[in-house]
């Protein structure tokens, strides 16, 4: 990803205080922070008007007491959003990689996707509630139907994964609007084409499973194309809705295990588990300092 591209320079999001970053070694608790933009105070008291961001481990995430509605504000405003889900492995990737951590500074909500992001807080006497980014697109998805259905435009996946998913919610919710799909395996004249397509739609919520850290890159790179879009990165929510893959029982996922699930379906994942590990103990390090 040396040669990302981007439409407008990045800016940090943050106001407040120095914030730890990336360390010499991969997966290094011990790292030089960096002078930030002055960071507001955190304040407890929710609002549903502004999020409230809370700092985790060089990065920070935004706590709403309800993201649907608070997002469905912003597509009434068109107002355009870069929505990143955090979760553990994303977190310790963002410390290997400068430009990921650009990146997520620089979109303006994320959500606790991740059981080790929601536990990093309580340790510190904080409860936050989790909000996996499958179920808040689906949350946005069902929610659009309310008023004047909001456009959807699915890209990411194999080929044939997109389709069948916007079928799948079609036929579930016959008068959603998804205005088109398109598998993540194109380049070229393609991916040329299909960029012109966004461009002339407009459409108002843009999901993109293209998995982390690439479709981070990509939303940063391209969201110029619909300014007033919320963006989202979805991972492999596609797959779940097309039904070529199972999310966990929910009994998994109310213990904070769905990751053990994943595991289970996918052994080639365990190399990237071992950034649950490293992310607890830069935690525990973080807390105890």
């Not at 469905?72 to 977190?91: D, K, P, S, Y």
């Not at 909500?109 to 409860?127: Q, S, T």
């Not at 843009?206 to 990165?233: S, Y």
């Amino acid at each position: 990803m040396g040669n990302l591209r981007l439409q407008q320079p990045f800016f940090l999001r943050k106001r407040g205080l120095l914030l730890p970053l990336w360390g010499s070694t991969p997966g290094s608790c011990y790292h030089t922070d960096i002078k930030c933009r002055d960071i507001e105070p955190v304040q407890m008291q929710l609002t549903s008007e502004q999020p409230q961001s809370l700092p985790i481990l060089g990065l920070s995430v935004d706590i709403l007491p309800d993201y649907t509605e608070w997002l469905a504000a912003q597509i009434a405003q068109e107002r355009g959003l870069h929505i990143v889900t955090l979760n553990a492995e994303m977190t310790m990737q963002a410390r290997q990689n400068p430009q990921l951590l650009q990146v997520i500074q620089s979109a303006e909500l994320v959500i606790p996707d991740g059981a080790g992001v929601v536990m990093h807080f309580r340790i510190r006497g904080r409860k936050i509630d989790r909000c996996p980014g499958i179920e808040m697109a689906e949350a946005l998805l069902k929610r659009s139907v309310q008023q004047q259905p909001w456009s959807f435009f699915f890209y990411g996946g194999e080929p044939g994964v997109t389709d069948v998913a916007a079928q799948k919610w079609q036929q579930q919710i016959p008068t959603i609007n998804i205005a088109g799909t398109q598998h993540g395996f194109i380049a070229g004249a393609e991916m040329e084409a299909f960029l012109h397509t966004l461009q002339e739609q407009q459409p108002q919520v843009i999901f993109v499973g293209l998995g982390v850290p690439r479709q981070e890159f990509w939303i940063a790179e391209h969201r110029h194309l619909c300014p007033q879009a919320l963006w989202v990165g979805v991972g492999g929510s596609f797959d779940i809705w097309a039904e070529t893959k199972t999310r966990a029982p929910s009994w998994l996922c109310n213990n904070n295990l769905e990751w053990v699930y994943r595991l289970y379906q996918e052994p080639w994942r365990w190399r990237r588990m071992m950034a649950l590990p490293q992310f607890a103990w830069c935690s525990l390090i973080d807390t105890l300092n």
